[in-house]
């Protein structure tokens, strides 16, 4: 017997276009609903004056028209924000379909997690990963949204002044793949035209070119400076550091720091917090004195063997659920024991994810 009644399962979602692709929203109250209602068959005729639609054409005509009028007055604030999604590889008789790399970068919403600073550097470090192998995976719409969070992630650099160094390897890499795909054109499949991509490529050397010229402004503070507290105290600040370069231009603003920077047991520390024994036996670097020099094997080292990374806050997933989420929000686990089965999923671990 055919089924002839409404789908029973649901009605679907409501969609609006926004600068960052298609994002799901929740009605909050019935003003727009009444805001529709008071666009009637008049109002069409005198901004249309030009086509007159007999009869049902009229009809169509004005069902688009209430829709664009809702979509042009339904704003950011009504944007469902998902803070999890669920990784499904496989179809089930439960679940149809798979969730892919660009669907779950669109969905969780990094535009938000890059004006966090304990999530900045995560959503930097994956950002990097998927132009270095990723890119063409990702779908029209993703990759739209990806420079979309690209360009707020230069623009987020530009005006704190903050972490420019980190944002130029960014896109060292991704104008190296661009330039790549764009000569190889016809070997590899590009989502849009050639010409998108020759723009996106002359607007990551644009930025390349702002960061170049960035100049930040000597700070002028009549306090308590770096300079003024004791010794030790700004030892203790530079042993907290984990990136070698971060030490290398600290050490350049005062001499007293300088000393510091240069001291072999810091930077064997920092060595031993990277990389493993292992690791030093094949790149044991020695001074002309015959000592090791820590500071160069880390420079070394680093060519050859991934840092360890450090990220203040990342995604989460839930073993029991199959979900990814972020910490702070949580997931509706059912599992008896939920602390149990999260783990930490670094940008590495989040693009195999969703490798098939």
């Given at each position: 017997m055919p089924f002839l009644g409404q789908d029973w399962r649901s009605p679907g979602w409501s969609w609006v276009k926004t600068e960052d692709g298609w994002k799901r929203f929740e009605l909050f109250s019935h003003e727009l609903e009444d805001n529709n209602n008071n666009l009637d068959m008049k109002e069409l005729q005198d901004e249309n004056k030009e086509n007159l639609f007999p009869g049902e054409d009229c009809e169509v005509v004005a069902k688009k028209r209430k829709k664009d009028h809702f979509n042009n007055n339904t704003k950011s604030h009504f944007f469902y924000q998902e803070k999890w999604i669920y990784v499904q590889k496989e179809s089930t008789r439960e679940r149809h379909g798979y969730c892919t790399l660009g669907e779950a970068f669109n969905r969780l919403d990094f535009s938000s997690a890059i004006k966090d600073i304990r999530r900045f550097n995560y959503v930097v470090k994956l950002v990097q990963l998927i132009a270095k192998s990723q890119l063409t995976s990702l779908s029209g719409a993703a990759q739209k949204n990806y420079f979309n969070v690209l360009e707020k992630i230069v623009r987020k650099v530009l005006e704190d002044q903050q972490n420019p160094r980190l944002i130029k390897d960014l896109l060292?890499?991704?104008?190296?793949?661009?330039?790549?795909?764009?000569?190889?054109?016809?070997?590899?499949?590009?989502?849009?035209?050639?010409?998108?991509?020759?723009?996106?490529?002359e607007t990551i050397l644009n930025w390349q070119q702002q960061l170049n010229n960035l100049q930040i402004p000597k700070q002028v503070s009549n306090g308590v400076t770096l300079d003024d507290l004791p010794l030790h105290m700004q030892n203790n600040i530079l042993y907290k550091f984990s990136d070698g370069w971060d030490i290398v231009n600290l050490g350049?603003?005062?001499?007293?720091?300088?000393?510091?920077?240069?001291?072999?047991?810091?930077?064997?520390?920092?060595?031993?917090?990277?990389?493993?024994?292992?690791?030093?036996?094949?790149?044991?670097?020695?001074?002309?004195?015959?000592?090791?020099?820590?500071?160069?094997?880390?420079?070394?080292?680093?060519?050859?063997?991934?840092?360890?990374?450090?990220?203040?806050?990342?995604?989460?997933?839930?073993?029991?659920?199959?979900?990814?989420?972020?910490?702070?929000?949580?997931?509706?686990?059912?599992?008896?024991?939920?602390?149990?089965?999260?783990?930490?999923?670094?940008?590495?671990?989040?693009?195999?994810?969703?490798?098939?």
């Open positions: 060292q890499d991704l104008g190296s793949t661009l330039c790549i795909l764009i000569r190889e054109v016809g070997k590899s499949v590009l989502v849009g035209n050639i010409n998108i991509w020759i723009c996106r490529l350049q603003v005062t001499s007293t720091l300088h000393m510091l920077s240069e001291d072999w047991h810091l930077w064997k520390k920092l060595c031993q917090y990277h990389f493993a024994e292992k690791q030093f036996c094949r790149h044991l670097m020695l001074s002309e004195k015959g000592h090791v020099d820590w500071k160069l094997m880390y420079f070394t080292l680093q060519k050859y063997y991934p840092k360890k990374e450090q990220y203040g806050d990342t995604l989460q997933f839930c073993r029991h659920c199959s979900i990814l989420f972020w910490k702070d929000s949580g997931h509706p686990c059912t599992a008896n024991d939920p602390d149990n089965c999260f783990m930490p999923v670094s940008p590495q671990h989040f693009i195999d994810l969703f490798k098939f």
